[in-house]
C-alpha cells in the first residue's frame, strides 16, 4: 500500500504539494517501505527474544543472500557484455540475416540467456533493436509494438544458475538445482517459443 501510494503521488506530480504528502511520499520509496514491512513483521512474533529473532532473520539471509549475489553479479555481467560491444555485434550480424521479427526474439534471447536478468536483457536489447527497426521492416506503430512482445519472448529464455528467479523458484520450492535446471529452465525455453511464436502469426494480421 504504501509503495503504490507513493507512485501514484509521483504519477499526479503532487508528491511536493506540502509536507503530508512530501512525507507519505519517502515512506512510498520501495526501500522505505520495504524497510517498514520488515519492521512490523517482527511484531508478529509470539516470542521476541533476541535469540529467536536471530533465528528468523539467519533464516532469511540464508535464503536471500545467494539471490541478492546472483543478481549483483547478472548485473555487472550484463554492463560487461554491453560495454565489450558483443550485443552490438549480434545485433548487427542477426540484421544481415533478414530474420526479421525474430531478430528482437534473438537478440534479447542471447542477453537474458548470458547475464540472467530479464530486465537487463529487455532495456539492453531495446538499444540495439531500435536502431534496425527501419531495416527490420518495423518501424509502423504496430511493427514496435511486435518488436516490444518479441523482445518481452526473448527475456524468457533461458533461466538458470545466473538468474535470480531460478534461485528463487528452487529454494523456496525446496527442489534441488539440478532438478531445477531440467524442469524449470526446460519451461522458461518453451514458454519464450511459444510466446514468440503467438507474436510471429500476430504479425500476419498487424503488418
Request: hydrophobic fraction near 55%; charged fraction near 5%; include cysteine.
Amino acid at each position: 500500500m504504501l509503495i503504490a501510494t507513493g507512485s501514484l503521488l509521483t504519477i499526479l506530480n503532487i508528491s511536493n504539494v506540502n509536507f503530508a504528502l512530501k512525507g507519505l511520499a519517502f515512506i512510498g520509496q520501495p526501500i522505505v517501505a520495504l524497510m517498514i514491512g520488515v519492521l512490523l513483521s517482527l511484531l508478529l512474533l509470539k516470542n521476541r527474544a533476541i535469540k529467536n529473532i536471530n533465528a528468523v532473520l539467519g533464516s532469511a539471509i540464508e535464503k536471500a543472500g545467494p539471490i541478492l549475489i546472483v543478481t549483483g553479479a547478472g548485473g555487472m555481467y550484463g554492463l560487461v557484455i554491453k560495454e565489450t560491444g558483443i550485443g552490438a555485434y549480434a545485433g548487427e550480424f542477426l540484421l544481415q540475416t533478414g530474420l526479421g521479427l525474430a531478430v528482437p526474439f534473438l537478440i534479447a534471447s542471447i542477453l537474458k540467456t548470458a547475464q540472467g536478468s530479464s530486465t537487463v536483457a529487455i532495456i539492453t536489447a531495446a538499444s540495439f533493436v531500435v536502431p534496425m527497426l527501419p531495416a527490420l521492416g518495423l518501424d509502423s506503430e504496430s511493427g514496435k509494438l511486435l518488436a516490444m512482445i518479441s523482445m518481452g519472448a526473448g527475456s524468457m529464455m533461458v533461466s538458470h544458475a545466473n538468474d535470480s528467479y531460478f534461485w528463487v523458484v528452487s529454494q523456496f520450492s525446496g527442489i534441488n538445482s539440478n532438478t531445477a535446471l531440467k524442469v524449470y529452465s526446460s519451461a522458461t525455453v518453451v514458454m519464450g517459443i511459444v510466446t514468440f511464436l503467438c507474436v510471429w502469426l500476430t504479425s500476419f494480421f498487424m503488418l
